[in-house]
């Protein structure tokens, strides 16, 4: 995978990546793209859902429509968001 590529499941699938040491996956009928940021990942989730589990070192945001959801400090992490 190479950064700015889109990640998808089909309306039967799911898929888990590891993203240095955050771990993401996409529910069925998800997409999303990922993003270097300075301070670590970027992912843009266009649909479906995201499941988002990082330790305090995994800077890890998420742009869904209007809003962008980041942790308030390097601190755990676990999330589902869905679009």
Do not use: Y
């Not at 889109?6 to 993003?35: D, E, I, M, P, Y």
């Amino acid at each position: 995978m190479f950064e700015g590529e889109s990640l998808s499941t089909s309306f039967n699938g799911k898929l888990g990546v590891r993203v240095g040491t955050a771990t993401l996956a996409l529910s069925q009928g998800a997409q999303a793209t990922l993003q270097k940021v300075k301070r670590g990942m970027h992912v843009d989730l266009v649909g479906g859902t995201l499941f988002i589990a990082s330790p305090e070192s995994a800077w890890v945001e998420v742009h869904i429509a209007d809003a962008l959801l980041q942790p308030e400090s390097n601190q755990l992490m676990q999330a589902e968001v869905r679009s």
